[in-house]
Nanobody, 114 residues
Framework: VQVVESGGGLVQPGGSLTLSCAASGFTFSNFAMYWHRQAPGKEREFVALINNGGTRTEYVDSVKGRFTISRDNAKNLVYLQMNNLKPEDTAVYYC????????WGQGTQVTVSS
């Protein structure tokens, strides 16, 4: 299993970024997919999930209305569209394939700063 995140960067408060997660080595359309993040000095936290068919999503309260998770099962890709970014969104963002064991990517840094 391979999981690779991309799309992070430096953005001003109020700006937008779209993260991508490319996954391979398993039957992608059979699995829900997750985004998590870890800010400096804090524990890794759940951000969003999408079910295998893309028909159900869940978000942590702090990003509801600003972030949107989506997926393309034909391309084995998961996206996290992030709008109205805030400094407190600064973190390394990780994509996860759930299971036992679960699989994580290496993460992509998102920095929100003026």
């Amino acid at each position: 299993v391979q999981v690779v995140e991309s799309g992070g960067g430096l953005v001003q408060p109020g700006g937008s970024l779209t993260l991508s997660c490319a996954a391979s080595g398993f039957t992608f359309s059979n699995f829900a997919m997750y985004w998590h993040r870890q800010a400096p000095g804090k524990e890794r936290e759940f951000v969003a999930l999408i079910n295998n068919g893309g028909t159900r999503t869940e978000y942590v309260d702090s990003v509801k209305g600003r972030f949107t998770i989506s997926r393309d099962n034909a391309k084995n890709l998961v996206y996290l569209q992030m709008n109205n970014l805030k400094p407190e969104d600064t973190a390394v963002y990780y994509c996860k394939v759930p299971g036992s064991p679960s699989y994580w990517g290496q993460g992509t840094q998102v920095t929100v700063s003026s």
